[in-house]
């Protein structure tokens, strides 16, 4: 198979939620479909329960759990789909973003009982920010949930964009009795079974046949009103719409009794994007380019202590990677091979000899990569949107063994490109500031500092509430900015000047005062020269 046919029989998406809306459980379904596990049962959740946070090792079984289920690749009717792990946890969020730009599309799963929850605003935020495709699959429809039209609306006005219901649920809770499916004109009847795909499947093309009286009684009159204000309401559904980012397509089911799960991954293979290309510091990057070329999205360390080794996950770009291959660490401006990338298929990890656009790639790695590094065939850039935001909460880093600050050092810049936290050196003094989304994150680095680097370090809150990079065209207004708010400057690990501001309302102020400098929440803005 050449290059553009290996592209456009790839799908490469994740599933996002809010924690409990039925993320695990719909992800298992999906394998199940593609045959990639037998069982339901097999998919742990990744996620660090509530009662969890203080207790290291559960932090580390969870490592374990969301390394092995990163990516997962399966086959579903001849289209190799790579599903995309996210954490659920909030204080990973930011692992989360950065896993959003290694795909091309995203399924959103919601509770129907709960409707759009406060993660999903967020995360749909980061969505939209990149234009991705979103279908959403209202979940727990087995379950007394809103109103679906209540529903609907609610996602228009939280998440700012358009919807268009792909199917329709008839009742809920005791009373549901399944899914009408508007796009294929049939209905599917609900026979709760958790193991067992549901097959009965009865065509409507017209509902006013007096046979789906029969079959659904009642609720027949109300699945034909109700399809009719849809029609009335809703735009035909547009697949162009949907890959611009402008409109979500809707599915409503339930994925624990796999319900709805084959009609929207019918749907999925049919309209989301095959693997796209991405933007670069010079130019922008089509997969179906000859050469290879990809970028490294998260780092994942080694379970094993005796090994320091860690995984770079790259998602391919361009071109086909191969295995023992030269390729040009563009950073390091250095070239590199790897002699055993790894490719996942849910839970079997296998070394593979060429991979595509759209892939997913594992790289042992002895700590050359960076979160945002490109790999090329020799070309000098770099892919762009990779961005660190700006953390929420600031700790100062302490040193508690003087004799160990070497190992201290190196830990801690390891942990931060590996994208556990963000770090910021503040002058004089080299006082380390430590940048995370979540307070799970100072366990987890005070807890590999130790046990990794046998480095024991404690932390003292700062009084910051944002970090801003900060540039100017006007050199030196931007000097005279950094010389008078010196105690509030950080530099981050590129030397990139920071403000770190005490309050929303301090920030306010200092944009008023200081018309010339530039204020970034992300540090997207970076285009690095090597
Ligand atoms: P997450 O990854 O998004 O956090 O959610 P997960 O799939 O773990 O699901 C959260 C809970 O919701 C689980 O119950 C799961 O069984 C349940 N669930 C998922 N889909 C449906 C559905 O369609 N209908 C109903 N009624 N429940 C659903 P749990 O009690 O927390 O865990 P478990 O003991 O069942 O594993």
Redesign the pocket.
Known sequence: MGLVEEIKRRKTFAII????????????KLLLFGGAIQTAGAVK?N?IKKTATSDFMEIERQRGISVATSVMGFEYKGIKINLLDTP?HKDFAEDTYRTLTAVDSVIL?I?GANGVESQTERLIEVCRMRDTPVIVFI?????ESKDPFDLLDELEAKLNIRVRPLSWPINMGDRFKGVYNIYEKNLNLFSPNKTKISEDIIQFDDLNNPQLDEVIGDDADKLRADIDLIEGVYDPFDVQAYLDGKIAPVFF?????N?GVKELLDTFIRIAPQPLGRLTSTRFVKPEEEKFSGFVFKIHANLDPKHRDRIAFLRIVSGKFERNKFYHHVRLNKEMRFSNPTSFMAQDKSVIDEAFPGDVVGLYDAGNFKIGDTLTEGENMFFKGIPSFSPELFKELINKDPLKSKQLEKGIEQLTDEGVAQLFYLQPGNRKIVGTVGDLQFEVIQYRLEHEYKAACSFTPMPYHKACWITSTNPQKLNEFIQRKQQNIGWDKDNNPVFLAPSEWLLNLAKQDYPDVTFHATSDFKTRIV
Not at 139 to 143: A, E, F, I, L, V
Not at 253 to 257: D, E, K, R, V
């Open positions: 939620s809010h924690p409990d809306a039925g993320k695990t459980t719909l992800t298992e959740s996620k659920g799963v509770d979940n727990k429809m087995d379950r089911g339930s994925a624990i009794n319900f």
